[in-house]
């Protein structure tokens, strides 16, 4: 199994982050898997963010309020990160995962910046 991230690497405040996940290897369907997004602030610990299940479930992480939102696209074997209102404090490394820890994507930098 095979996660790769893309999306914008530069994004002014107020704006919103959008960032797919593409899984090869399996599908985002497969009962009992859960397709996840953490990032890492620089200087800082994983913060966890949320997560889409196989059945499209989402459960995020209370800190970011209402901003979260992950869809999937299962036709592409894609789950989508959208982060509103960006500021700062959202610059970071991005990645997918699953929820289980056994896949990783190889991670990608985020900037906010005006």
């Known amino acids: 199994v095979q996660l790769r991230e893309s999306g914008p690497g530069l994004l002014k405040p107020a704006e919103t982050l959008s960032l797919t996940c593409t899984v090869s290897g399996a599908p985002i369907t497969i009962s009992g898997d859960h397709w996840a997004w953490i990032r890492q602030a620089p200087g800082k610990g994983l913060e966890w963010i949320g997560y889409?299940?196989?059945?499209?479930?989402?459960r995020y992480n209370p800190s970011l309020g209402s901003r979260t939102a992950i869809s999937r696209d299962t036709s592409q074997n894609q789950f989508t990160l959208q982060l509103n209102a960006v500021t700062p404090e959202d610059s970071g490394v991005y990645y997918c995962?699953?929820?289980?820890?056994?896949?990783w994507g190889q991670g990608t930098h985020v900037t906010v910046s005006s």
């Open positions: 995962f699953t929820l289980g820890g056994a896949y």
């Open positions: 889409i299940n196989y059945s499209g479930t989402t």
